[in-house]
């Protein structure tokens, strides 16, 4: 570590999931220790609010004062530590001005974002520069999407202990999963929509699995897409859409495409949701798949748009109660397969996905970079979980998140 008096900022503690963050923060690595940290956001009596609401212990936890808008005002926040986490979506609207900030300073970074597009703009714009500057940039460092880079990563850590060899064929499927949606995620998915309704281009680009690939990785097979209700045989149940595919499978094949540039392989990737065995399961998933078919029309539409989002969505800063967040889960199953074998692994979460799990991931993701990760062993540049951190996240998450990682049998 450097001299700059802290050691993690949060970006964007007044937002839901960054009060959920702070508090976590709070209760893991507490105020005075080992881990010197701050919060920060563009309203001092607000920042203030949080800070007395986390009681007397915190009287001396630093507030900074920063716009996202403002390059100057994050440029001085950038200054003052060695990495940046940061929870102010939707990021296509908000983030550009504090990547830039973190690549012109040297900063790691770690955010929530599902924005496909918006990464892949940022990659265009800034990656050259990380590398100048040691910046190390890794986005989708939530539910979306450590628990897939990860579980493919240390999926084929077994493959490759096992039999020499990396899967080369991997799909998940959500086994169960319990949570709620704020209405900052609403938010983020209404301007991706917007987005692409604006610029049929960008629509096109955002369907291309490869978007986030590197270019210097050469295969290009098609990707498989659950599109409607599909029995599948590797878990001998009925599978629909699964909404988060979208980034998902865009920052699993980046990782594929960073870590195994020089090979040849015709690597898939493939997510889905179980919905169980017989005509209930095949009535469940034609109900997911409907659901789901519906938003994406409401989206589209400028009318149904605003009825979702007057009557039906939640707005920005409503979200998940504590207790929801306590009571949800999520249980992920992989399968990997390639010529000499087929692996089997789950991926679990005991809080709510999007939220109190989130909260813990981004953290732990900031804590690794932070004190894991040597600046001499990751160079700067724009990375995924899976690449920037890999093992070191895994136990840290084990550890501290309550998340776990489990090869099982069939």
């Not at 949701?273 to 409907?290: D, E, H, P, Q, S």
């Not at 089997?344 to 932070?370: E, F, I």
Request: hydrophobic content about 40%; aromatic content about 8%; proline content about 4%.
């Amino acid at each position: 570590m450097d001299s700059k008096p802290l050691d993690i900022i949060l970006f964007g503690a007044t937002s839901f999931v960054g009060q959920i963050t702070t508090e976590y923060l709070f209760t893991e690595i507490g105020i005075g220790k080992d881990v010197k940290w701050a919060i920060a956001g563009r309203s001092e009596k607000k920042l203030n609010a949080i800070k007395a609401n986390l009681g007397p212990e915190a009287e001396n936890l630093p507030i900074i004062v920063a716009d996202s808008l403002d390059s100057a005002s994050l440029n001085a926040m950038c200054q003052q530590t060695d990495v940046i986490l940061s929870t102010v979506g939707p990021y296509a609207l908000y983030g550009e001005t504090l990547i830039e900030a973190c690549v012109n300073n040297g900063n790691d970074y770690c955010d929530l974002t599902g924005e496909a597009y918006w990464i892949k703009k940022m990659l265009v714009k800034y990656e050259n520069l990380a590398k100048k500057t040691g910046a190390r940039i890794v986005n989708c460092c939530g539910f979306d999407s450590i628990p897939s880079d990860l579980g493919v990563f240390f999926l084929q850590q077994i493959s490759q202990e096992q039999s020499g060899t990396l899967c080369n064929d991997v799909k998940l499927r959500v086994k169960a999963m319990k949570g709620g949606v704020s209405g900052g995620t609403v938010a983020s998915g209404i301007e991706m929509a917007k987005a692409a309704h604006k610029k049929p281009a960008l629509r096109r680009e955002m369907g291309n699995p490869y978007l986030l690939s590197s270019k210097d990785h050469t295969s290009r097979i098609v990707q498989p897409r659950l599109l409607k209700p599909t029995f599948d045989k590797d878990f001998n149940a009925w599978s629909a859409p699964f909404i988060m595919e979208a980034i998902n499978s865009r920052v699993v094949l980046r990782s594929h495409s960073l870590a195994h540039a020089n090979t040849s392989d015709n690597f898939s990737y493939g997510e889905g949701i179980l919905t169980g065995k017989g005509l209930r399961g095949y009535l469940r998933a034609c109900t997911v798949t409907l659901a789901l078919g519906l938003f994406s029309l409401g989206t589209k539409n400028r009318l149904l748009r605003h009825l979702m989002q007057q009557y039906l969505l939640p707005k920005p800063g409503q979200g998940p109660s504590k207790q929801q967040q306590l009571n949800g889960f999520f249980d992920l199953r992989l399968i990997g397969k390639n010529n000499q074998q087929s692996i089997r692994v789950k991926v679990l979460g005991d809080r709510d996905p999007g939220y109190g799990c989130t909260a813990k991931m981004l953290v732990q993701s900031g804590l690794c970079l932070a004190f894991d990760i040597k600046k001499s062993d990751l160079e700067g540049g724009f990375w995924t979980p899976a690449t920037a951190m890999g093992e070191p996240l895994i136990k840290r998450l084990t550890e501290s998140a309550g998340m776990s990682f489990e090869q099982i049998s069939r």
